[in-house]
Nanobody, 125 residues
Framework: HVQLTESGGGMVQPGGSLRLSCVVS???????MTWFRQAPGTEREFVAA????????DYADAVNGRFTVSEDPYRNTVYLQMNDLTPEDTAVYYC???????????????????WGQGTQVTVAS
């Protein structure tokens, strides 16, 4: 049974940093992990993705240059380092994975099979 568990959220002032973690209880055939976020009243949106061998990453334009995704396969953990946070980054952040291997990253949350419970990130002064 695959379980994803996020941690590391919290409240931070604009310009601050947070590091999110996502522990995967059991690997699927998927070759990558993805972070999404969802603010109240909005659709879940893609944030970043990384292959398990760290060879490839993908970032949403809104976070590129500020966020860094990384992974530790020995700990079955994926991280999202978030720097220079703004109030627009306020959302519940989720990690997700798919059951099967895929040729390329997907930014469509509807294509993902497993989700964590989410961790709240609030950026406010």
């Amino acid at each position: 049974h695959v379980q994803l568990t996020e941690s590391g959220g919290g409240m931070v002032q604009p310009g601050g940093s947070l590091r999110l973690s996502c522990v995967v209880s059991a690997q699927t055939d998927s070759n990558y992990m993805t972070w999404f976020r969802q603010a109240p009243g909005t659709e879940r949106e893609f944030v970043a993705a990384i292959t398990w061998n760290s060879a490839l990453t993908d970032y949403a334009d809104a976070v590129n240059g500020r966020f860094t995704v990384s992974e530790d396969p020995y700990r079955n953990t994926v991280y999202l380092q978030m720097n220079d946070l703004t109030p627009e980054d306020t959302a519940v952040y989720y990690c997700a994975t798919r059951q099967s291997w895929a040729m390329k990253f997907s930014r469509d949350y509807r294509e993902y099979d497993y989700w964590g419970q989410g961790t709240q990130v609030t950026v406010a002064s």
